[in-house]
């Protein structure tokens, strides 16, 4: 069974950043995705940003946020995080951390069996 826990959310203006954290806890093995997702008040879960940790870290951004927001690892740690930058009104959510055991990547929630509680982000 794997424990996820997110941290570092908040309030914050238009304009500013942002950095969201991930560990987690329990089997993890290697060939898997980590992703961040989001949802908005009223809306659905959609992804944000994933990373393969194979040690290479390929990694995928939704369009709304590239250039904008990074996604890192630390392996060793079982730690993922990601950077938000240049945040938007639209960026406000709760921000769910997720695994998913495959090679592939996937943007749809229901192919992430392992979620956190997620942290809040507010953009005003």
């Known amino acids: 069974h794997v424990q996820l826990v997110e941290s570092g959310g908040g309030s914050v203006q238009a304009g500013g950043s942002l950095r969201l954290s991930c560990a987690a806890s329990?089997?993890?093995?290697?060939?898997?995705?980590m992703a961040w997702f989001r949802q908005a008040p009223g809306k659905e879960r959609v992804g944000v940003a994933a990373?393969?940790?194979?040690?290479?870290?390929?990694?995928y951004y939704a369009d709304s946020v590239k250039g904008r927001f990074t996604i890192s690892q630390d392996n060793a740690e079982n730690t993922v995080y990601l950077q938000m930058n240049n945040l938007r009104t639209d960026g406000t959510g709760m921000y769910y951390c997720?695994?998913?055991?495959?090679?592939?990547?996937?943007?749809?929630?229901?192919?992430?069996?392992?979620w956190g509680q997620g942290t809040q982000v507010t953009v005003s």
């Open positions: 990373i393969y940790n194979d040690g290479g870290g390929e990694s």
């Open positions: 997720a695994l998913r055991r495959s090679q592939y990547c996937s943007p749809e929630p229901h192919d992430y069996p392992d």
């Open positions: 329990g089997y993890i093995n290697i060939n898997n995705y």
